[in-house]
């Protein structure tokens, strides 16, 4: 299964609609970059690494479907495009990670001509979207060392197949262990507001055939007081350079009662989800969206809160780097001191 992926007889992009899992699988087209920006927002397509990608072939989008024959014009239409997704979402830092990577392969092809700038936008979103793959199996081989068998986990969000191109983050270190034959038990946060946890997680997992069960996020400190947790796996949305990490809303509160209880917390992410333009957490932008995802859940048909309620949305929150055990990248397992060892495996993971 391939979250999202490119149709060359489109020109189009298709990607699987998130918002209608569990109950719905549907493949959504796009033929626009601006449709691409909006897929982004909406959340029909939602996860670091799968946003990444989606931006990457929703300029390529902007490429192919411009009918321009100059250059600076082409050039023009590509940073109007970039900006239109750049702008989708703030948080994850794969998005304009995946966007600089594709304009910068532009700019080195604008002495070619504009057939050779629109043929190197579609190679590079696919070969991205290919490598992503490749790297998320990587990670999972370094991450499930550090499982045992029989091990009870809880994970937050959905950080799977659908939240990359396949395999996952820190569901795929969990895919992975269960391959292997290590039995595996998974908490899964519902993650509220959307439910990531609930609809997504329970969703890839019961595809793969691991045993789990749903927990409401507040639960989580009560199960890992108990003893019965041996680790928590969570994803990255932008870790700074010093190890702070942005994570789906909740992580932090996770991690608190994970460090209290002294169980280790895995935060696996790929190196393109690294920051190291931002010195600590306090720098990374924190999305806020609409009140209605808070308050629009229902209980026998009804919303939840009264009429005309208030509510504050934060999505993501930001775990200080001491309440991480460690990173799992694609170039291996990082330990304190963050900031020499994340500076480091980025430069490893540069291409040679
Ligand atoms: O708001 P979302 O669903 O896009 O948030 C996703 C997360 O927070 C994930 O943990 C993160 O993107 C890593 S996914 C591999």
New binding site residues.
Partial sequence: MRTVRWDPDGPAVLMIDQRLLPADFQILTLTTAAEVAQAIQD?AV????A?GVSAAFGLALAAVNSRTREVESLWQELETASSILRAA?PT?VNLSWALDRLLQAAFELKGKGTEAIRECLVVEAQRMADEDVRINRRMAEHGAALIQDGATLIH????GAL??VDH???LGVIRTAHEQGKRIHVLVDETRP?L?GARLTAWELAQYGIPHEVICDNAAGHFLSRGVVDAVL????RVAANGDVA??IGTYMLALAASDNQVPLYCV?PTSTIDLTLPSGEEIPIEFREAAEVLELQRDGKPIAPAGCQARNP??DITPHRLVTAFVTEVGVLHPPYDVHLQRAVQEAQPK
């Avoid at 937050?156 to 950080?159: P, Q």
């Fill in positions: 959340m939602r996860g670091a690494p946003i979402r994850a937050h969000c959905n950080t939240a990359t996952g983050t820190a959307r990531q969570v994803g990255a949305d994570n789906k992410l999505a993501f």
